[in-house]
C-alpha cells in the first residue's frame, strides 16, 4: 500500500483527503504550519521517515475572495504558485519519488478550440493575463518533473467557500461564458486511481483534468434554481458590467489525453456532475 503525502490543506487537499482517508490511514495532510514544506531539508526528512510513495501538492495562492487579489499580492502569490512548488518537485526529483503538482487551466482563454496539453497558453507569461494565470504558466515553464493536473472552476458536494457553485451565489451580476469546471469528486477518484493501480505519475506530464462537455453558467443557474437552491435572480450582463481588477480566462479544455493514457478510467460530463452536485448539497 502507497504511503501518500497531500501538501495543502485548502479546499482541493481536504476535499482529497477526506475522500480517501476513510478507507486508509497512510495518507497524510499538513499544511505550512504543521510542515513546513518550504523549506527543503524539512520536507525530505519527512519523506524519508515516513516512506511517503506519492506527493500530492494542493497548496497554491488562489486570491480572496477571487484571482483579483494577486494583483496586489504579487510577492506572496508568486511564492505560493512558483518558488515553493518547484522546490517540493526538486526534493521529489531528488529522492525519485511520484509528485503530482494540482494547478489551473486558467492560461487559455477563447473558443477557436478545446485546448491540448500541447498547446501554447495564450493567457499566461507572456499575455495580456491575470498575474494569477502568470504565476500558473510559470510554474509550467520551468518545472520539468511529475504529474501537473490542471483543473479548472472546481466544485463539490458541499457549499464550501471556494466551490465555484458558492462562489456564484455571492454575486448579482454574471457573465455567461461557457467554461470546463472540474467535479472534485471526480478528481478525487482519478487521484486514487492512480495511487490505487501504482501508476507513475512523473511520466503522465501535464494532463487537463476537467469534466466533458463543458456548460455555460446560466446553464448552472437554472439547475440551481430548479433544485431551489437559491431565490435570486441573477443579471447576466457583459465584461464591462463587471468590477475586476484582472482578465479573466474564459475557455474550454480538452480531455483527449485524459481519456487515452486512462481508457478505464470514467470521468461524468458537466451536466451529470452539476446534478450529483446539487442532489448532494440539497
Known sequence: MSNVLILGSGYVGTELYNFVSKEVDNYWLHSRSTLDYSDEAALRKFIINNSIDYVINCSGFTGRPNVDEGETKKDECWNLNVVIPLKVSKTCRALDINYIHISSGCIFSGYEKEFTEE??????????SSFYSKSKHAFETLNDYGCTVRVRMPFSNGLHDR???TKIRKYNNLINFVNSKTYLPDLCNFIQYIISNKVNANKIGIINFVNPDAKDTKYLTD???AHNLDN???NFVNLEGIDIKA???NCVLSIEKLKTMFTDFHIEPEDVAIEMAL????
Open 247 to 249: 482578465p479573466r480566462s
Open 223 to 225: 439547475r440551481m434554481e
Open 163 to 165: 466551490s465555484f457553485i
Open 119 to 128: 498547446d501554447r497558453p495564450n493567457f499566461g507569461l507572456f499575455d495580456h
Open 232 to 234: 435570486k435572480k441573477w
Open 279 to 282: 442532489n448532494n448539497i440539497l
